[in-house]
């Protein structure tokens, strides 16, 4: 948890944002590797991302911060990503939910919760429900306590960034059948129990444990509205997924970045090649140049995603809208193709010695097998057909 006495965070432009990412991203990959082979949870990085202010460069401006368009945000993850996708995914809910309570926080939550952020407080997420989604046993409820008041309990998983979080957004339903809420809870509130038991072969230090929720108080100025973000156009799920196609770019690019290092250094040519650093290799420049190709194009289609959840928030309606879903349902399927590829193709190009696993080269692939995993990028390609097709606008909800 942060010292409740911290002081406000800078409130960063556009390109200071930029700088102080790019900054962050070079010291977290020094010790990318090591964390990863130790599991050692990067508490003191997250401080010093959310001293930087970079975590506060969504709040709206009229409650005193930056308001940073999502370009500039799209683009803070991928170097964060390039450092540390472990750093990068932390606080991936924290930006969400500033979102969330953009669009359905009243004036006082707002004020509120808007003012610890710009404190250096940091939101977690308890939202994935730990069992199938239509059994009611496992629903998280809140039940009715008294005018005004609520009792929360329930049991979500892979909830990264709470262990880390001063402030839990729990989805959550409101009564048994009543439509999706959003409860915020403090991470130390009596009856909050976060569990670090994420075991993941990747990612291992985002610490995605479990949430337990055992009749916790909750009254109703600590609850927004969740559903009915979906109840118009929204670009609510197209933030969220193109930061995700942010992540799986920088892993991309880091792994390619690692395997030219080593293939430069390390790589012993293949003798038929007849040259003298395995660099020279026509086969290897080959790859590298495929590898190259496909990684542009994806972060081509990251930039013209964020660029367009811009345009769609700056004139919002169904068209803006599932022209931003669907751009960025395009660079979420490539990223993640990408990703895995290259970060499995490492040692393909670099050979035998590159799997050493005091070397920490397959952390990348296992970063990109368990980040792609989020929801199937597979999807992405079906609304993209069916738009193709039939002019089908994408769905509405949390991941497009």
Not at 60 to 66: I, M, N, Y
Not at 320 to 341: F, G, I, P, Y
Not at 343 to 357: H, Q
Request: proline content about 4%.
């Amino acid at each position: 948890m942060n010292d409740p006495a911290c002081t406000r965070v800078p409130v960063l432009g556009a390109a200071a944002a930029i700088a102080a990412a790019s900054g962050l991203a070079r010291e977290f990959a020094s010790g990318a590797a090591e964390r990863d082979a130790r599991r050692l949870l990067p508490h003191g990085e997250l401080d010093r991302l959310a001293a930087s202010g970079l975590l506060a460069v969504t709040v709206p401006a009229e409650s005193g911060g930056a308001d940073l368009d999502v370009a500039t945000v799209t683009e803070v993850f991928r170097l964060l990503a390039w450092g540390d996708p472990n750093i990068a995914q932390i606080p991936h809910s924290h930006f969400v939910y500033v979102n969330q309570l953009r669009l359905q926080g009243d004036s006082e939550q707002c004020k509120r919760l808007f003012g610890q952020v710009l404190e250096g407080k940091r939101f977690g997420n308890a939202q994935t429900e730990f069992g199938t989604k239509h059994v009611r046993d496992h629903r998280t409820t809140l039940t009715p306590d008294g005018e005004g008041r609520w009792r929360l309990d329930g049991v979500k998983f892979y909830c990264t960034g709470a262990l880390f979080a001063d402030w839990i957004p729990v989805l959550t339903h409101l009564g048994v059948e009543g439509p999706m809420h959003v409860a915020w809870v403090r991470r130390d509130a009596e009856g909050v129990e976060v569990a670090d038991d994420w075991d993941g072969i990747g990612q291992r230090t985002t610490a995605s444990g479990t949430v337990r929720l055992r009749n916790v108080a909750v009254t109703d100025e600590w609850i927004t509205p969740y559903a009915a973000t979906f109840e118009g156009p929204q670009t609510y799920g197209a933030f969220a997924q193109v930061l995700h196609a942010a992540i799986d770019a920088g892993i991309a690019r880091a792994a390619l970045e690692e395997a030219a290092e080593f293939v430069r250094t390390r790589s012993r040519p293949y003798p038929d090649a007849g040259v003298e650093r395995a660099a020279d290799d026509p086969l290897t420049v080959h790859a590298f140049g495929e590898m190259e190709l496909a990684l542009r194009g994806t972060e081509a289609l990251l930039a013209h995603a964020a660029e367009a959840v811009d345009r769609a928030n700056a004139g919002l309606d169904e068209a803006s809208a599932a022209t931003a879903s669907l751009a960025v349902a395009a660079a979420r399927a490539s990223a993640a193709q990408v990703a895995v590829s290259v970060s499995s193709r490492l040692f393909e190009v670099a050979g035998t010695r590159s799997a050493l696993a005091g070397l920490g080269l397959d952390r990348h692939w296992r970063n990109a097998r368990i980040h792609t995993l989020h929801d199937p990028a597979a999807w992405k390609v079906q609304h993209l057909g069916r738009w193709a097709l039939d002019g089908a606008a994408p769905p509405r909800h949390g991941q497009l």
